[in-house]
Nanobody
Framework: QVQLVESGGALVQTGGSLRLSCAAS????????MGWFRQAPGKEREFVAT????????YYADSVKGRFTISRDNAKNTVYLQMNSLKPEDTAVYYC??????????????????WGQGTQVTVSS
C-alpha cells in the first residue's frame, strides 16, 4: 500500500514561487494516478492538478492554469507541484493524493484512496 508525505510549503510574498514534493512509499506507485488538492480556512477542499501514471495526461484547475505545473518521477517515487506567480488566494494546506484504480488521475476527490498529511502554503501581500 502506498503512503504519501508532502513537503516544501512555506511563507512567500505575492509573485513568488514554491516547489512542493510528494514522496511515496510502496511498490505500486508507478501505476497510480496522482493529484494535488488544497483547502483554505473556511472552504471546502478543491482540486488543483492531476497527472496520469505515465505523465502523458495532465489537467489543471482554471485558477492555477498557466502558473502551476504538475510532474512526476516514477524512478524516484515522487510527484511535484511547481507554483509560480503566487497570489494571496493560493494560501491553503496542499494535499497530495493517489488513486490505485484511476491511472489517468481525476478531478474527483472520491476517486483517490491514499492521501498525504498536507503542507501549508501562505502567500502574503
Amino acid at each position: 500500500q502506498v503512503q504519501l508525505v508532502e513537503s516544501g510549503g512555506a511563507l512567500v510574498q505575492t509573485g513568488g514561487s514554491l516547489r512542493l514534493s510528494c514522496a511515496a512509499s510502496g511498490s505500486t506507485f508507478s501505476s497510480y494516478g496522482m493529484g494535488w488538492f488544497r483547502q483554505a480556512p473556511g472552504k471546502e477542499r478543491e482540486f488543483v492538478a492531476t497527472i496520469s501514471y505515465s505523465s502523458s495526461y495532465k489537467y489543471y484547475a482554471d485558477s492555477v492554469k498557466g502558473r502551476f505545473t504538475i510532474s512526476r518521477d516514477n524512478a524516484k517515487n515522487t510527484v511535484y507541484l511547481q507554483m509560480n506567480s503566487l497570489k494571496p488566494e493560493d494560501t491553503a494546506v496542499y494535499y497530495c493524493a493517489g488513486s490505485s484504480q484511476f491511472y489517468a488521475g481525476s478531478v474527483e476527490q472520491d476517486r483517490y484512496d491514499t492521501w498525504g498529511q498536507g503542507t501549508q502554503v501562505t502567500v502574503s501581500s
